[in-house]
Structure formats: C-alpha cells, structure tokens
C-alpha cells in the first residue's frame, strides 16, 4: 500500500516568536509530514525562524489568509492537508487523530474544535468577544447549512484532496474559515469533528483578528453565501419583509378607501403598491435563481467526484 502524503500548512504573519516551536511540534507529531510555512509580507524574522526549524518556507504578497489559502491549496499536493495557525495557540500533537480519521473513515473534512481548559490560557486566547461572535455566526450558518460543525471559525483543520482541489477560495481574509465551513455543509461531505486544546498565544506574539471589523467580514460572507447557495431562502426572506412592509402601508390607506371612498395619502399608497410588487418580484428572483444554484451545486459535486482519494483509500 502506498503510504499517504501529508503536508502541513502554515499560513503566518508577523509570527516570529511563535513558528519555529509551531514547525517542530508538527514535525514530531506528523514525522512523515512535508511542513509548509507560507510568509504573508511579514515584517519580522518569521521566515527565517521557520527555515531555521525546518520548514519549507514561501511567500504570498496579497495580504489577508483567504490569500494564503487559495495560494498553498493550488500549490501544494498531497492526500492529507493540515492547515493550522502559526501563533502556537494549536495543540500538534492531536494531529496525528485528525490524520487517521480523515483517512481511515474517508472524510473529507476534520475541523478542530476548540475546547478551554482551565490553568493552559484558554480563556485568554478565547477571548469573550470571540466566543460569542463565534456562537452568533455559527448559529446563522446552521439554521441555514446545518449544525455539524459547531466551530464554523476553528483555524485547525485536516482536509482531503478532495476538498482542496475543489474549493474555490474566494474569501481575502479571516473569512476563509466561514467558506471551508459552508463549502463543506453544502456539499455533504463526510466530516468530523475533534476537540482540541486552545492555549494562549506565547509572551510576544499578537493577535492578527480584529474583533469587530473582521466579524463583520465573516458576516458579509455568510449573507453573500446563503444568497449563492440558498437563493430561493434568501429572496424568499427579503420577500417575506418587503411584503409585510408594504401591508403595512398600504392597510390604512385601504381602509379609508373603504370608508370614505377617497385616497386622500395617494404617495403612501403608491409606496406600498411598489413595495408589494418588488416582494413579488424577490419571490421570483428566489425561484429562478434556485435552479440555477442547483446546477452550479451538480457541477460542483460532479468536480468533487473527479478528484481520486488518496492512492490506499
């Protein structure tokens, strides 16, 4: 049988104090694992320290993950892909789990879901913001995708080649998390989940996320992807909101219609007659626009089935 290829991807920025424990954790962890350190224009030693621990080590120039990503899944082959955060918070030695579920139950996807423990920094990696952020997108992304991931923003991950040879990567930023999440839900993969420790970052090493600012990117993108994916959801939602919008309005125009026989606030009924009729026309939108995502979804899984599991699978 011929053994798997595993690679381990590591996105960094500005990440120096924390990349060369990070390399030699995964390689004893994964000793048959080529490791990959992806520089993003990082201003401080994180190149060299990662090279200094062994690490093959290349460069992205666009800045943000979701750049990152698309770059190291085009580039790098393997069977097994790991994709893990160099900013130490990560647990290397349950990747050798994540490893063997993805290829013994021939997933596609094995997402880490973070879990505190009291006395290793949890909490002061987790920050509250974080969590709860976490716990309101995710909560969006089930009630629309379903809930078999429950940390849809987890940054440790193993996937197959399946997955990375079929994921269109479009996200720039943080939000490549959300995109690995519903690209996986949508499809049906075969997943899983295991939970791993979340440590504090080591002394020296800042965080990259922007609590607010990157939460509302993670917003837009699962609005944006319920809109591609679930359009007939979605229009039908706005329809539904239009629609009451314009009963409001226009109910008391009708009714002193009724009484009176005049249309006395002909500009409000006018409104709520364009209202209604946009309502109707989201309806629309949402039902054509449904068997198109049904054809780009057969064309998607139709790519997925083309991509060979690993040569022992």
């Not at 224009?41 to 990662?50: E, I, K, P, V, W």
């Not at 130490?88 to 423990?117: I, S």
């Not at 940390?151 to 959300?178: H, I, N």
């Not at 409000?268 to 026309?281: F, K, R």
Request: include cysteine; proline fraction near 5%.
């Amino acid at each position: 049988m011929i053994p798997p290829r595993i690679a381990v991807l590591i996105p960094c920025f500005n990440e120096e104090v924390a990349i060369g424990a990070v390399v030699r954790d995964f390689r004893a962890a994964l000793p048959g694992a080529e490791i990959f350190v992806y520089d993003n224009n990082s201003r401080d030693g994180t190149a060299a320290a990662a090279a200094a621990a062994g690490a093959a080590v290349r460069r992205e120039i666009l800045q943000g993950k979701g750049h990152v990503v698309r770059r190291m899944f085009a580039d790098i082959e393997a069977d097994a892909y790991v994709l893990v955060d160099g900013d130490g918070t990560y647990d290397a030695a349950v990747a050798p789990e994540m490893v063997r579920r993805l290829l013994d139950e021939q997933l596609d996807m094995v997402n880490g879901r973070r879990v505190e423990q009291a006395g290793q920094g949890a909490i002061g990696a987790y920050r509250r913001g974080h969590r709860l952020g976490n716990r309101v997108l995710s909560g969006l992304v089930h009630a629309v995708f379903g809930d078999r991931v429950q940390d849809m923003l987890s940054g440790y991950r193993v996937f197959s080649r399946r997955f990375v040879k079929t994921f269109p990567a479009l996200a720039s930023g943080f939000e490549t998390e959300t995109e690995f999440t519903i690209h996986a839900l949508d499809l049906m993969m075969p997943l899983a989940e295991i939970p791993v420790a979340y440590r504090e970052r080591p002394p020296g090493s800042a965080s990259k996320l922007r609590t607010y600012s990157d939460g509302l990117r993670i917003l837009r993108t699962i609005v944006a992807l319920v809109k591609e994916e679930r359009p007939l959801q979605f229009f039908t939602a706005a329809g539904m909101l239009l629609l009451a919008l314009g009963i409001g309005l226009g109910v008391p125009v009708v009714a002193t219609y009724l009484h009176t026989g005049l249309v006395p606030r002909l500009p409000t009924a006018v409104l709520a007659t364009g209202i209604i009729l946009i309502a109707m026309l989201s309806f629309t939108c949402g039902l054509i626009l449904d068997s198109v995502a049904r054809g780009r979804k057969e064309a998607k899984r139709l790519a997925y089935l083309v991509i060979p599991r690993w040569p022992g699978g």
